[in-house]
C-alpha cells in the first residue's frame, strides 16, 4: 500500500530551484546547438527599415538576402534609388510599406515576391515612376493606399491582384494618369475614395468592380474629367460625395446605380455640367443636397427619382432655367436655400414636398424668379415651424407677403 507523505518546505524550495536550474540547462544547451548549426539567420527582421540610396538596398540584398518578413515599417527614399531588386525576396512587411521621393525610379520591379501589407502603401513625389510593374500579389492592403504626386505615372495596371483596401484610397497629383485600369479587382473600400488633381485623367475606368463605399467619396479639380465612368455599380455612398471643379464634366454618366448617399451630397463649380443625367436611381440624401456655382447647369434633369434629402441648396447656378426635376422630392427634413440663380423663372417642381417635413425657407437673390406660390412653400408659409426669408426675387416673390398673396388667389 502507497502512503503519500507531505515534504518539508524547505525540502520542496531545494528541489523547485533544482528543477528550474536543469531547465534553464537544456534551453541554453539547445540554443548553442542551433547556432553551431547555422540555422538561416534573419528570415525575420524585428525592426523597421529605412533605405536612403541604392548602395543601401544592394546592401540589404548581400547581408539579408533571405530575409522575407519585415516587423515594422519599410520606407524607401533617396535620389539616386533607380531600383528595387535587392528586396526581391520580401514577402511580408507588418507595418507600412512608403516609396517616396525617388526621382530615379521608374518601375517597382524588386516587389515581385510581395503577398502582404498589414499597413498602408504609399507611393509618393516619384517623378520619373511610369508603371507599377513588378509590384507582387498583395490582395489585401490592412489600411491605406496612397498615389499622390507621381508626375510620369501612366498607368495602375500593377495593382492588378489587389481586392481590398480596408483603409482609404487616395489618388492625387498624378499628372499622366487617364484613368484607374489595374484596380478592376478591387471590390471593397473601407475607407475615403478620394480623386484629386489628376490633370490628364479621362474617366474612373478601374473601379468597375466596387458596389458599396463605406466612407467619403471625393472627385475633385480633375479638369479633363469627362464622365464618372468606372462607378457604373456603386449603389450606395456612406458618407459625404464630394463632385467639383472637374472643369470638364457635362454630366454624371457613371452614376446610373446609385441610390443612396448617406450624408451631404455636394456638386459644386462643374463650370461645363449642363445637367444631372446619370443620377436617374438617386433616391435619397440623407443630410444635405448642395448643387453650387455650376456656371453651364441648366437643368436638373437626370435627379427625377429623388424622393428625401435633408436640406437643399441651390445656389448661383447662372444657367439653371428650371427645378422641375425636383417634382418627385416629398421629404426635405432641412432647410430650402434658392439663392443667386439669375434666370431661374419658376420654382415648379418642389410642389410635393411635405411642408410639415421642412425647418428653414430662404429665397434670395434670385432676380428672374417670379413663380414661388407653389403649394408646398403654400403650405409653409401658412403655419411656419423656422425662419422664411423670401426677398430680391421679380415681382410676385419679392417677399414672404407677396408670395402669401398669391398663394391666396390660387
Known amino acids: 500500500m502507497f502512503i503519500a507523505v507531505p515534504l ?45 540610396s541604392q548602395a543601401d538596398i544592394d546592401q540589404f540584398h548581400a ?10 515599417d519599410l520606407i524607401i527614399s533617396g535620389k539616386d534609388i533607380h531600383n528595387l531588386k535587392g528586396l526581391k525576396e520580401l514577402a511580408i512587411i507588418r507595418g507600412k510599406l512608403v516609396i517616396e521621393d525617388c526621382p530615379a525610379l521608374e518601375n517597382l520591379e524588386g516587389l515581385e515576391n510581395m503577398m502582404t501589407i ?9 517623378t520619373t515612376l511610369t508603371s507599377l510593374s513588378g509590384f507582387g500579389s498583395v490582395k489585401e492592403l490592412g489600411q491605406n493606399l496612397v498615389i499622390s504626386g507621381n508626375d510620369s505615372l501612366a498607368s495602375l495596371a500593377g495593382l492588378i491582384h489587389l481586392g481590398s483596401i480596408k483603409g ?28 484629386d488633381d489628376n490633370k490628364s485623367l479621362i474617366n474612373l475606368a478601374g473601379l468597375d468592380n466596387v458596389h458599396s463605399l463605406e466612407s467619403t467619396l471625393s472627385i475633385t479639380n480633375n479638369p479633363n474629367l469627362s464622365n ?3 462607378l457604373n455599380n456603386v449603389k450606395h455612398v456612406g458618407g459625404d460625395f ?10 454624371l454618366t457613371g452614376l ?25 436611381n438617386l433616391y435619397a440624401v440623407g443630410d444635405y443636397l448642395s448643387i453650387i456655382d455650376n456656371d453651364n447647369l441648366t437643368s436638373l434633369s437626370g435627379i427625377e427619382k429623388l424622393n428625401y434629402t435633408g436640406s437643399l441648396s441651390v445656389w448661383k447656378n447662372d444657367k439653371l432655367v428650371s427645378v422641375a426635376a425636383l417634382m418627385n422630392l416629398v421629404k426635405l427634413t432641412g432647410t ?4 443667386n440663380n439669375s434666370v431661374l423663372v419658376s420654382l415648379a417642381g418642389l410642389d410635393n414636398i411635405e411642408a410639415s417635413t421642412v425647418q428653414n425657407i430662404y429665397i434670395l437673390n434670385n432676380p428672374s424668379l417670379s413663380t414661388c406660390h407653389v403649394q408646398s412653400i403654400c403650405e409653409y408659409l401658412a403655419g411656419p415651424s423656422g425662419n422664411v426669408s423670401i426677398k430680391f426675387n421679380a415681382s410676385g416673390c419679392n417677399s414672404n407677403e407677396e408670395v402669401i398673396a398669391k398663394c391666396g388667389s390660387k
Open 63 to 72: 547581408q539579408y538576402h533571405e530575409t522575407k518578413i519585415i516587423d515594422g
Open 242 to 251: 464630394l463632385i467639383s471643379n472637374n472643369n470638364s464634366l457635362t454630366d
Open 118 to 126: 498589414e499597413g498602408s502603401f504609399s507611393i509618393l513625389r516619384n
Open 256 to 280: 446610373e446605380n446609385l441610390m443612396y448617399v448617406d450624408s451631404t451630397f455636394e456638386m459644386e463649380g462643374n463650370s461645363t455640367l449642363k445637367n444631372l443625367e446619370g443620377l436617374n
Open 228 to 230: 464618372l465612368s468606372g
Open 336 to 339: 430650402l436655400d434658392i439663392w
Open 8 to 52: 518539508p518546505p524547505d525540502i520542496l524550495r531545494i528541489m523547485n530551484h533544482k528543477f528550474l536550474s536543469c531547465l534553464l540547462i537544456i534551453v541554453l544547451f539547445q540554443l548553442s546547438s542551433c547556432l553551431k548549426d547555422n540555422t538561416p539567420p534573419h528570415i525575420y527582421l524585428l525592426e523597421a527599415l529605412t533605405f536612403e
Open 168 to 195: 482609404n484610397l487616395v489618388i492625387t497629383g498624378n499628372d499622366n494618369l487617364t484613368n484607374l485600369a489595374g484596380l478592376e479587382n478591387v471590390t471593397s473600400i473601407g475607407g475615403i475614395l478620394d480623386i
